[in-house]
């Protein structure tokens, strides 16, 4: 139960003076009901007289001498079935209206819900033109329908429902961490460094701001500002001095997609683990964070998480309960270029040993894997960022990086163990000179490892969506950057 | 206990061919002892042989039979005691290495701490030239010398105190949210609104982008798109479907001030909640959360808040309690401007009716209300955002606006009703068009109100903290972005 309203505001002794008799009964009347969710309502939490709903109507029916509404808060898939007399039924109660409903709370007769709100008092507080709003009473809407309205779409099922199972993803995560004893950080948004090396970057600079050559000091951080690409840099400075650390934040990338695969901003969770001795310490972070996360989801979403499995994914739920059952693969990438060059598929890409696997070469180990999360681990030297660790092996010079791939998405995560020699990183670094990042291995170096996932092919893996642009509040892409 | 080592990773059957029996001897050797983290050694959770510690040494006492070493990985402020054989000493065992020891977890006489570790192997992992390192043993440096080191400064005593403290309070503020029904948005970072209408935008574009006039859409997002100053308009959409939202996460402004109060990227939380019925609703929720994240840091992070309470704010924590147990004051803006008005104190800025009011009137409040937190409510319409709820009152008109003043700070929160009422509303908007934001008010509007708070003044409060700079990760401020 949420805000119940139990002081009288603490008004100053000129203004009560000038309270009337109706401030007071209003007043009074609130006090004695008692504002109830439609989650606790439901189950069972709550019942008696003067419990009082807020919400919006889901639908109307009206018949001879009783009026059904259901009425949605947000607080659960599931409406709250309000019953009243004929007589409180007004034009203005519409589809998609606001209602504050006061009434006795009980246990339904009719087998479809535990309870029902018995309604003395209806009050339509914001008015809903049913023909002007762009969602219909009883209609599904498709996905790429509603995603035309990012203001309104949470008020449909199936986007409200992602929204409650992405908040409760996040509580998952971020209780997994701490359970395991990890510090959380803020890294922060806007850097300096270009940590991927890979290009794609925002730029940030005062609205406002000419990029004058003439001028000595041309930038507001006096040096050209990003968006972060990865936090992975600023966490490696801190589990330098807390051992096991993690962020869940925005990352960006200035990618010029429409794809149903890119996104400019996403949310990225990345942990970085000192004293690592091997990417076994990795995957099993990470197989064990998908694991925890998911069992969380299902036992907390249950009901929002059904609504995917059932209607947008179907087969989908026995594809997770697959995963969460089964211990994750591990390949190397040589073993991976084996399997991919022995397979009788056409791939569009190229299977040598030193190419980069491509989103149809992770789908087909998957599959190759009988759909369980397969991890490929020692990719190509020379396809990896300055900082992955060397394996120092031969004929095929490998890097101790590691991707986990999943059904339906591919790429899941993203990780190594962290070149921590100073000899070997500053010989490489070369083209890439961070003092500060070098000096990191002066003083007190140790072995370390780390990987990001990203949130949002997390939230379509385990729901089975095809479009990141479904996981997200308010999508931005390239010629997309609404409200 | 973190990450044990207990399976063999899952070579190949090429690799495993290949394993030395010195690889074996060491796998088996680490299958036997057992990981173990400072904070759980310390609380006395574990105990035995075969203990593995992994850290950095905070300081080193060679004796004639015996060497003491403290050891610290971050878990927690206080070290753990190692005590080795003298024959165990080795030059490269100086302050600020990091080790990785071996022994048997006993019970101390020594009165000074609960248990130390007994060592059998101790190995620096990664060496640590004193003289190069900028922290030095035993010596307390300011916060401002710490400063100058970003990539170092998490490995002082202060510094890993607080960031263990900024972990705490964020798990506690998601708590607060979670308990009471709050879903948690993801609101955007890239905006193409202005929510405040205050200029000082971060503008965003690609990077290598030139700002060619010519060119037809000029932008990645084919509009302008900044970084967000408040995600009160993205809250409003949610709380329109969810009744109660919040969100916490970076924000930004592009102010050219280098002052210890100020950060071009900083932490809000921000809360919206439908069905508001006045500003005591809102009040409730921003006392309820100040108290409830408050105890739960003092509790969980006691040794941590101590760190500050004792060496570097004396007096904070008896501030700290009284804020706990008192009732927060309310006045109103006119009666502020009452006060501020009879006092003997000579202020630099006016204190007419109308005015805003400035840190040194948000101060003296504070102090004049006993250094309790004290609400100011009904500030003058004039002065307020578009959003803010029109009281209609006269003949002062005033906006149903609130901010909370605390000691030492100033303004942590600041919030108000928003107006719900399309037609007032639509009047106030001609010069700030945002169709999607009208009509929100179209479609079931309903009476809802929202705050923000922020985080870094949040912990500046209750720590004692003057400057801004001293509790985040990564300071952001004009002509600084260093990493």
Redesign the interface.
């Given at each position: 139960?949420?805000?119940t309203?139990q002081?009288?505001?603490?008004f100053?002794t000129t203004v009560f003076c000038r309270c009337s008799a109706e401030f007071l009964q209003r007043h009074c009347s609130?006090m004695l009901s008692k504002?109830v969710?439609v989650?606790d309502a439901l189950s069972g939490k709550e019942t008696g007289s003067n419990i009082r709903i807020?919400?919006?109507?889901r639908s109307v029916r009206p018949q001879k001498d009783n009026l059904f509404l259901h009425v949605n808060?947000?607080?659960s898939l599931k409406p709250l079935q309000v019953v009243a007399s004929s007589h409180l039924n007004t034009r203005d109660l519409t589809f998609?209206?606001?209602v504050?409903i006061t009434g006795t709370l009980e246990k339904s007769i009719n087998k479809r819900q535990n309870v029902e709100l018995h309604a003395q008092h209806i009050k339509v507080?914001?008015?809903?033109?049913p023909v002007?709003?762009p969602f219909k009473i009883k209609e599904r809407h498709s996905l790429e329908y509603v995603r035309q309205f990012?203001?309104?779409r949470?008020?449909t099922n199936a986007f409200?429902s992602l929204?409650?199972i992405?908040?409760e993803a996040?509580?998952a995560i971020?209780s997994f961490f701490?359970d395991?004893?990890y510090?959380?950080?803020?890294?922060?948004?806007?850097?300096?460094?270009d940590c991927e090396g890979a290009?794609?970057?925002?730029?940030?600079?005062?609205?406002?701001?000419?990029?004058d050559s003439d001028d000595p000091n041309p930038h507001?951080?006096?040096?050209?500002?990003?968006?972060t690409v990865s936090a992975q840099?600023?966490l490696e400075?801190?589990a330098?001095?807390?051992?096991?650390v993690y962020t869940f934040?925005?990352t960006?990338r200035?990618e010029?997609s429409q794809s149903r695969r890119h996104l400019?901003?996403f949310?990225m969770v990345e942990a970085e683990?000192?004293?690592?001795?091997?990417?076994?310490?990795l995957m099993?972070?990470m197989e064990d964070l998908f694991k925890a996360a998911t069992e969380h989801v299902l036992s907390c979403c249950a009901e929002d998480v059904e609504l995917f499995h059932k209607y947008i994914a179907p087969g989908n739920r026995d594809q997770v309960d697959l995963m969460l059952k089964r211990k994750f693969n591990?390949?190397?990438y040589t073993?991976a270029i084996d399997i991919l060059k022995s397979s009788s598929q056409n791939f569009t890409f190229s299977t040598e040993w030193g190419c980069d696997l491509q989103t149809e070469h992770e789908k087909f180990l998957v599959k190759h894997c009988g759909n369980v999360p397969v991890f490929v681990i020692n990719y190509p030297y020379e396809l990896k960022p300055f900082y992955a660790r060397d394996n120092q092996d031969q004929p095929n010079h490998t890097a101790a990086a590691v991707d986990l791939l999943v059904p339906g998405v591919g790429e899941l995560c993203g990780g190594s163990l962290r070149e921590?020699r100073l000899e070997l990183l500053s010989q490489r670094l070369s083209i890439f000179v961070i003092d500060?990042?070098l000096?990191?291995?002066?003083?007190?170096?140790?072995?370390h490892g780390g990987f990001g996932m990203g949130f949002e092919r997390y939230l379509q893996c385990i729901l089975g969506l095809h479009n990141i642009k479904d996981v997200?509040?308010?999508a931005?892409f390239?010629?997309?950057?609404?409200?």
């Amino acid at each position: 139960m949420l805000l119940t309203l139990q002081r009288i505001p603490a008004f100053s002794t000129t203004v009560f003076c000038r309270c009337s008799a109706e401030f007071l009964q209003r007043h009074c009347s609130r006090m004695l009901s008692k504002k109830v969710r439609v989650s606790d309502a439901l189950s069972g939490k709550e019942t008696g007289s003067n419990i009082r709903i807020q919400g919006w109507v889901r639908s109307v029916r009206p018949q001879k001498d009783n009026l059904f509404l259901h009425v949605n808060d947000g607080s659960s898939l599931k409406p709250l079935q309000v019953v009243a007399s004929s007589h409180l039924n007004t034009r203005d109660l519409t589809f998609g209206c606001a209602v504050d409903i006061t009434g006795t709370l009980e246990k339904s007769i009719n087998k479809r819900q535990n309870v029902e709100l018995h309604a003395q008092h209806i009050k339509v507080v914001g008015e809903c033109n049913p023909v002007d709003f762009p969602f219909k009473i009883k209609e599904r809407h498709s996905l790429e329908y509603v995603r035309q309205f990012p203001h309104l779409r949470c008020r449909t099922n199936a986007f409200s429902s992602l929204l409650r199972i992405r908040s409760e993803a996040t509580t998952a995560i971020q209780s997994f961490f701490r359970d395991n004893g990890y510090v959380q950080i803020h890294t922060p948004v806007i850097t300096s460094n270009d940590c991927e090396g890979a290009g794609e970057l925002f730029q940030v600079e005062p609205a406002g701001h000419k990029n004058d050559s003439d001028d000595p000091n041309p930038h507001f951080f006096s040096v050209p500002a990003y968006l972060t690409v990865s936090a992975q840099l600023h966490l490696e400075v801190m589990a330098g001095a807390f051992s096991a650390v993690y962020t869940f934040g925005p990352t960006f990338r200035a990618e010029n997609s429409q794809s149903r695969r890119h996104l400019a901003e996403f949310y990225m969770v990345e942990a970085e683990i000192a004293f690592t001795e091997s990417l076994d310490d990795l995957m099993k972070v990470m197989e064990d964070l998908f694991k925890a996360a998911t069992e969380h989801v299902l036992s907390c979403c249950a009901e929002d998480v059904e609504l995917f499995h059932k209607y947008i994914a179907p087969g989908n739920r026995d594809q997770v309960d697959l995963m969460l059952k089964r211990k994750f693969n591990v390949i190397s990438y040589t073993e991976a270029i084996d399997i991919l060059k022995s397979s009788s598929q056409n791939f569009t890409f190229s299977t040598e040993w030193g190419c980069d696997l491509q989103t149809e070469h992770e789908k087909f180990l998957v599959k190759h894997c009988g759909n369980v999360p397969v991890f490929v681990i020692n990719y190509p030297y020379e396809l990896k960022p300055f900082y992955a660790r060397d394996n120092q092996d031969q004929p095929n010079h490998t890097a101790a990086a590691v991707d986990l791939l999943v059904p339906g998405v591919g790429e899941l995560c993203g990780g190594s163990l962290r070149e921590e020699r100073l000899e070997l990183l500053s010989q490489r670094l070369s083209i890439f000179v961070i003092d500060r990042y070098l000096q990191l291995r002066e003083f007190g170096s140790v072995p370390h490892g780390g990987f990001g996932m990203g949130f949002e092919r997390y939230l379509q893996c385990i729901l089975g969506l095809h479009n990141i642009k479904d996981v997200i509040p308010f999508a931005r892409f390239s010629h997309s950057c609404l409200l």
